[in-house]
């Protein structure tokens, strides 16, 4: 059983034709491991089959970057303003 520090998973990644469909919640229940699980919710009918979501090769993704990116870009105001905004919606 972990008995340091917990913290929950801070990003979900979804296409953007279903983001104003989705939100996410975080258990109680930590299962005994260092973090707090998540659940993504999609709140979408399908019609039909249609993927327009690009497509990524993930082996090819320049992951230093994108971290290094991520922790310059995405700031304690920038994403208290996203929660802020989503609980007024």
């Known amino acids: 059983m972990y008995i340091g520090s917990q913290t929950h998973l801070d990003l979900s990644l979804i296409c953007h034709t279903l983001s104003t469909k989705s939100c996410w919640e975080v258990l109680n229940d930590t299962f005994g491991i260092d973090h707090s699980p998540t659940i993504t919710h999609i709140n979408a009918v399908s ?3 249609v993927d327009d979501c690009e497509k990524f090769i993930l082996p090819k993704a320049d992951w230093q970057s994108f971290k290094n990116n991520a922790q310059n870009l995405l700031t304690a105001d920038l994403i208290s303003g996203m ?6 919606a």
């Open 47 to 49: 019609a039909e089959d």
């Open 83 to 88: 929660v802020s905004a989503d609980k007024n």
